[in-house]
């Protein structure tokens, strides 16, 4: 009986060890999937407000999202509704400025749930500098897509 136990339980405890790994790389490799779709995501945000593109900028919103200060140089929450009918009169300060975003760094990520939390540097240029400042974004996945449901710019970094 003890030969039939002994090789058993070293079998149990190998495959529980295995499940175990295998599942914290599923977790893993599930965020940087996520992390993936995400950068892919700020590209798309990068490239819609470069090229001004309104119905792209609202699509990568949620219906209820809220946006601190950029780009409407707003100080005060405002919710994406109002946001929204403000995008040309924003665009308008944007393409006078000569604003581009350019390159960007996610340089804080964490997952939890259907929620993710981001920080980010962005470089951008406009007509007088070219400099960088470090939003903040949370996602909220979506009928399967993640979309922003907050962004928060802060001080720019020097």
């Given at each position: 009986m003890k030969k039939i136990l002994l090789p058993t339980l070293t079998i149990l405890t190998l495959l529980v060890s295995a499940a175990t790994v295998s599942a914290s790389g599923l977790e893993h490799d599930s965020d940087q999937g996520t992390r993936d779709?995400?950068?892919?995501?700020?590209?798309?945000?990068?490239?819609?407000?470069?090229?001004?593109?309104?119905?792209?900028?609202?699509?990568?919103?949620?219906?209820?999202?809220?946006?601190?200060?950029?780009?409407?140089?707003?100080?005060?929450?405002?919710?994406?509704?109002?946001?929204?009918?403000?995008?040309?009169?924003?665009?308008?300060?944007?393409?006078?400025?000569?604003?581009?975003?350019?390159?960007?760094?996610?340089?804080?990520?964490?997952?939890?749930?259907?929620?993710?939390?981001?920080?980010?540097?962005?470089d951008y240029r406009d007509n007088e500098e070219r400099g960088k400042f470090t939003p903040s974004f949370e996602f909220t996945l979506v009928d399967g897509k993640w979309k922003i449901s907050k962004e928060t710019y802060g001080r720019k970094v020097e």
């Open positions: 779709l995400i950068k892919d995501l700020l590209y798309e945000y990068k490239d819609a407000y470069n090229l001004r593109d309104f119905d792209a900028i609202r699509s990568l919103y949620t219906k209820d999202a809220i946006i601190v200060s950029f780009p409407c140089q707003s100080k005060e929450e405002v919710l994406i509704s109002e946001f929204s009918d403000n995008i040309p009169r924003c665009a308008s300060l944007w393409v006078e400025g000569g604003f581009k975003v350019r390159l960007f760094k996610i340089t804080s990520f964490k997952k939890t749930g259907d929620k993710v939390f981001i920080r980010v540097l962005w």
